[in-house]
C-alpha cells in the first residue's frame, strides 16, 4: 500500500512537471504577517490556511507585522514547490490524513494593508 501511494506520488509530480506549471510563479496572497525567527524572516499565515516564509529586499515587511496584508511575490523554486504542493494533493485524494496545506517561501514584491490587525 504504502509502495503503491508512493508511486502516485511519483507518476502524479511527473505528470504535472510534463504538463507545465499549472500554478503561478507570481502569487497574490492574502493573510497575517508575523515576525520569523530572526529580524528579516517573516511569516504570512494565508486566510486559505497555508503558509509562507517570506522576504524583501523592496518592500519593508516589519512595517506590516500584525496586519493583514495582500502580499505579492515570486514563489521560491516555483516548480520544485509545485510539484511538492501537486504529492501532497495527490496523497489527500488518496486517503492519506497528512495535512495538505501549502507551505512556501515567497519574495514579496509588494504588500497591500488590507487591515491594520490579523482577525
Known amino acids: 500500500m504504502v509502495k503503491a501511494t508512493l508511486l502516485c506520488f511519483i507518476l502524479a ?38 503558509t509562507w516564509e517570506v522576504k524583501s ?9 500584525g496586519h493583514t496584508v495582500t502580499a505579492t511575490g515570486v514563489v521560491s523554486h516555483a516548480k520544485m514547490h509545485n510539484m511538492k504542493e501537486d504529492a501532497k494533493e495527490t496523497a489527500k485524494d488518496s486517503g492519506m490524513k497528512k495535512d495538505a496545506t501549502e507551505h512556501g517561501h515567497l519574495t514579496i514584491t ?4 488590507v487591515s491594520e490587525s490579523c482577525k
Request: hydrophobic share 40%; aromatic share 2%; proline share 0%.
Open 57 to 65: 529586499d523592496k518592500v519593508a515587511l516589519a512595517d506590516h507585522v
Open 110 to 113: 509588494d504588500v497591500k494593508m
Open 13 to 50: 509530480a511527473s505528470v504535472s512537471a510534463l504538463a507545465g506549471d499549472s500554478k503561478e510563479k507570481v502569487r497574490d496572497v492574502t493573510g497575517c504577517l508575523a515576525q520569523g525567527d530572526d529580524a528579516k524572516e517573516f511569516v504570512l499565515k494565508a486566510t486559505d490556511g497555508s
